[in-house]
C-alpha cells in the first residue's frame, strides 16, 4: 500500500537540489509544485531563490512547469512573474491534466521529474504517472485550510516510510 507513496527521493528543499542531479538523470522538465514547494502560499510573487532556481535550469536547458491545485488567479500571477508556464486547478492526484497537457507538448515522462510537499497530492500524483519524484520537506509551516486536512496523512505516511527506510535522501542516488 505504501509503494504508492514513496517517492524516488527527498530533499529539504526544492532549492538544495544540484541541478547536476537532474542533468544526470537526463531530466528536461522539472514539474514543481508551487505552494509550499517553490514559495509560501501567500508569497503572491517569485521569491529571490525561486528566480535564482529558474534561472539556473534555464542554464542547462531544463523547463520548469509549475502544476498546482490552486485557482487560476494564484498560479498565474506567480508564474507569470517567474516567466513559466503553469497548470492551475490540476486536482492532483488526479493526473489527467498534467498527462494531456504532456502528450500535448510532446513532452516524454522520463523527462520530467515532478516535484513537490505532499505525499499525496505529489508523490502519488507523481507515480500514478509513473515520473520519478522528490518530496520535499514543507517549505513554511502554514498552510491553507485544506492543507493541514492532507497534512494529517502526510505526517502518518512519512513516519511509516522513514521507518521503513524507504526515504532515500536525493544526494545519495
Ligand atoms: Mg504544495
Not at 62 to 76: E, P
Not at 133 to 148: A, E, G, P, R, Y
Request: charged share 30%; glycine share 2%.
Amino acid at each position: 500500500m505504501f509503494r504508492r507513496f514513496t517517492p524516488f527521493a527527498v530533499a529539504k528543499n526544492v532549492y538544495e537540489i544540484d541541478i547536476s542531479f537532474f542533468v544526470n538523470l537526463g531530466i528536461k522538465y522539472v514539474v514543481c509544485d508551487l505552494d509550499n514547494t517553490l514559495d509560501a502560499y501567500y508569497q503572491k510573487e517569485p521569491s529571490q531563490q525561486a528566480i535564482e532556481f529558474k534561472k539556473k535550469l534555464d542554464e542547462y536547458n531544463i523547463t520548469l512547469i509549475l502544476t498546482s491545485n490552486n485557482v487560476k488567479n494564484r498560479v498565474k500571477r506567480y508564474s507569470d512573474c517567474l516567466g513559466v508556464s503553469y497548470l492551475y486547478s490540476c486536482k492532483k492526484p488526479l493526473i489527467s491534466k498534467v498527462k494531456k497537457y504532456l502528450v500535448k507538448n510532446h513532452i516524454k515522462k522520463d523527462e520530467c521529474i515532478i516535484i513537490g510537499d505532499q505525499v499525496f497530492t505529489d508523490v502519488y500524483f507523481a507515480n500514478r504517472l509513473k515520473i520519478k519524484s522528490i518530496l520535499c520537506d514543507n517549505l513554511v509551516s502554514k498552510d491553507q485550510f485544506f492543507t493541514k486536512i492532507n497534512k494529517f496523512f502526510d505526517k502518518y505516511v512519512r513516519r511509516y516510510l522513514k521507518k521503513h527506510n524507504k526515504l532515500t535522501d536525493w544526494r545519495e542516488l
